[in-house]
């Protein structure tokens, strides 16, 4: 089956790279002044950055299978998520792509897909084969094949299938493929090939170590601008709707954290309007809380648990596509607050185009159908999600912990547009607040007879026959 997946082109990709500061750039130039260079990344391009435990992550993988870590120590990195089944990111450091990672959930393993620039970074110490110098120009300029002549080792680690580097004699890399043969099978080769050498779109990798205040100070032009431009659309909008109560729509995301700043700081406060689901994480539970005692605001909250767990007998789990969990939780508790409280409102919410393809296409300012009581408008439309990090690190914002746990999004613990490789992190790391949905899922697959790996294969995330309510979406 061909598990590749076609890229999706939401916006114009932004992301450059500074050689003097080494650190990620929004523009053409540096704030020191230094002319940037493009970073080739694959679309829709919404890379962030790499906490801690993302960078901890990516070399226990690549120690794991290479040897040694990929990202040294005082070296910023960004993620960027590309379309996979499942989950795959492409691995940004010093201004270029050092390889992926990409998880398998049947194995529930990561797999890391170097790409030969990494050897700017470390030297494998495994999985490399070392082939013959009559054999590098065929390899790293044709990409052809490593062929069993033209092999002088192979390290003995090396598996049918594995990832691996080819090196030449002087050690320095010359490409990267997948064996086709182990170490022992190939040492007894005559002819034949050992790998199929993969190309891949150059890049650029200078090493240098920074910090994400220096990224901020780089970026300073670019996050001034996007803030006046969000200032001016907060303003109009508010001017063209004098009648309308504003407030923000927050979520206990980074997205709807920045809008938030963006909208106190150019009108003044406004309140949180927070839409419990009752399946949040406890961590988000926390920010709503922080959120609103930094800088001294009033949350309306509605409550959709009780409408998630009667909806949830009659109908089974939510999916992917069929999400009737934020219409029911979200988007009519939503509407019935407004026509209590308001009316009608103004509400400012954190969507971006480099979200999705159905956000991309999106007006900024719009009525869901389902809330026809709220106004809505994304003062960031048009901000990538590095603009936001910056943004944040820039204002010092209590953004959600979730963040520097592997969570690329922030919603329901159990959301079923999660990929299986976060559904698996929770599992592990939440062991209670997990089984309380296995349990639910388990009287589900028992009273509608469902195969025995209806939960554990993630089957449960997909209903067939169903085509998603795109207008359920909050």
């Not at 320095?172 to 099978?185: E, I, L, N, P, Q």
């Not at 993969?198 to 890049?203: L, T, W, Y």
């Not at 089957?459 to 207008?471: A, Q």
Request: with cysteine.
């Amino acid at each position: 089956m061909n598990t590749k997946m076609r890229p999706s082109y939401l916006g114009k990709i932004l992301l450059r790279w500074c050689d003097q500061c080494h650190t990620p750039v929004l523009s053409h130039h540096c704030s020191c002044g230094t002319m940037t260079r493009e970073v080739p990344v694959t679309p829709p391009g919404d890379a962030r950055p790499a906490f801690p435990a993302d960078i901890a992550l990516i070399n226990r993988i690549f120690k794991e299978h290479f040897g040694a870590p990929l990202i040294p120590e005082g070296h910023l990195a960004l993620l960027n998520k590309v379309p996979d089944q499942d989950r795959m990111e492409e691995i940004i450091v010093g201004g270029g792509i050092a390889g992926i990672i990409r998880y398998f959930p049947q194995q529930r393993r990561w797999e890391p897909i170097p790409r030969p620039e990494a050897c700017s970074l470390f030297s494998p110490k495994k999985r490399f084969i070392v082939v013959d110098d009559s054999a590098v120009p065929f390899i790293r300029d044709q990409g052809m094949s490593v062929l069993a002549p033209g092999v002088v080792t192979i390290d003995d680690s090396v598996r049918a299938g594995d990832e691996v580097f080819i090196l030449a004699k002087d050690g320095s890399c010359v490409g990267v493929g997948r064996a086709k043969v182990d170490a022992t099978t190939a040492g007894r080769m005559q002819k034949g090939s050992v790998a199929r050498t993969r190309r891949n779109i150059a890049s650029t990798i200078i090493p240098g170590e920074a910090s994400w205040d220096a990224a901020v100070t780089a970026n300073a032009d670019v996050l001034q601008n996007a803030e006046s431009s969000a200032f001016q659309f907060v303003r109009n909008v508010m001017e063209q709707n004098p009648d309308l109560v504003a407030n923000v729509s927050y979520s206990g995301g980074k997205d709807s954290l920045a809008t938030l700043l963006v909208v106190i700081k150019s009108v003044g406060k406004v309140p949180m309007l927070f839409a419990d689901t009752g399946m949040e994480f406890p961590e988000t539970y926390a920010n709503v809380d922080d959120a609103s005692r930094h800088y001294g605001l009033e949350v309306i909250r509605t409550d959709g648990k009780t409408r998630f767990l009667e909806n949830l007998k009659q109908r089974g789990p939510p999916a992917v596509n069929a999400r009737w969990c934020c219409k029911v939780c979200k988007l009519t508790p939503v509407a019935n607050l407004i026509r209590e409280h308001w009316g009608e409102c103004l509400s400012f919410i954190g969507q971006r185009r480099y979200e999705s393809a159905m956000r991309a296409q999106s007006d900024r300012v719009w009525r869901n159908p389902n809330v026809r009581g709220q106004l809505s408008a994304a003062p960031i439309h048009n901000w990538t999600a590095l603009h936001v990090w910056l943004y944040l690190l820039r204002e010092h914002a209590p953004y959600n912990i979730l963040y520097e746990h592997h969570l690329d999004r922030i919603g329901c613990f159990m959301c079923p547009s999660s990929d299986m490789a976060l559904i698996h992190m929770i599992e592990s790391e939440y062991p209670q607040l997990w089984e309380t949905w296995r349990t639910q899922l388990e009287q589900w697959q028992q009273a509608q007879g469902l195969a025995s790996d209806w939960i554990t294969g993630g089957k449960w995330r997909i209903k067939e026959g169903c085509t998603d309510d795109e207008d359920s979406h909050y």
